[in-house]
């Protein structure tokens, strides 16, 4: 764990301790499968953080769609990966300097095309940036959805209006998943509605090593933690599954790095091909 997150925790936990705020993980219904996640959608084969792209991550059987989230500058919850438009729009600069209006203006697609020209494919080009809503309202209240807060400190409030969507759409909160590299993000929604199930991420830079202390204090308000799959070993998972909290590495899309994390015992991982993860889960 690097000492940023464990700082940023400690200082999260001690926050909520000092308001008098009850946490408990509401960790009773875990789903014991292992879970495919289309990481951005199947976003190996679609431009990312598109409709196409979620739904065919869910025509490949993925079980949850991942969801970045970002906020414009007239608050509203878009689904995007980078804090800028530049890499994945024909866009620039700052996602919280532009309206929504001016973000639907722009084509969302092209860049794959152009990056991966042997999945490139014409419909792609002028794919719209979609917002919460517009995913909510095509996947329904029943999909499973796995959903960042991501850069949370650029975007105070991003919790209770995700939270006010999740509500709006009523979303069943028994396969929502809300997940973040912020503990103070996970905390947050914690204190605000006690049934979302929450996933802490984890960013490492060197070899990972989780002890006792940490899985207590990410068991004070989630369900599960989320680690890059290249720094965890066999120790590291079996440490964590032991202590009853959920794993899923991210974004595992070789097949025998999938193998490997399953038979050390992850409880699901981020893939932009669940179509392969599906395939390894099957013995192919
Ligand atoms: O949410 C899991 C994984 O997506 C975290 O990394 O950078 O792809 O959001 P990132
Ligand atoms: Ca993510």
Known sequence: MTNKWKAALGAAVMGLSIMGTSLSAGASSHNKDILNVAHRGASGYAPEHTITSYKMGEQMHGDYIE??????????????????LDRTTNGTGQVKDHTL?????????????????????PEYAGLKVPTLDEVFKTFGKNANYYI???????YPGMEEALLEKVNKYDIDKETLLVQSFSPASLIKMHD?????????????TSPAAINDADINAVKQYAMGIGPNSDMIDKEYVQKVVNSGLEIHPYTVNEKEEMQKLIDWGVTGMFTNFPDRLNEVLKGK
């Open 67 to 84: 969801i970045d989230l970002q906020m414009t500058k007239d608050g509203q919850l878009i689904a995007m990966h980078d804090e800028t």
């Open 101 to 121: 209006a001016e973000i639907k203006q722009l084509d969302a697609g092209s860049w794959f095309n152009e990056k991966y020209p042997q999945m490139a494919k």
């Open 148 to 154: 960042e807060t991501k850069s949370p400190e650029v």
């Open 192 to 204: 605000l509605d006690s049934s979302v199930k929450l996933v802490q991420l984890m960013e490492y």
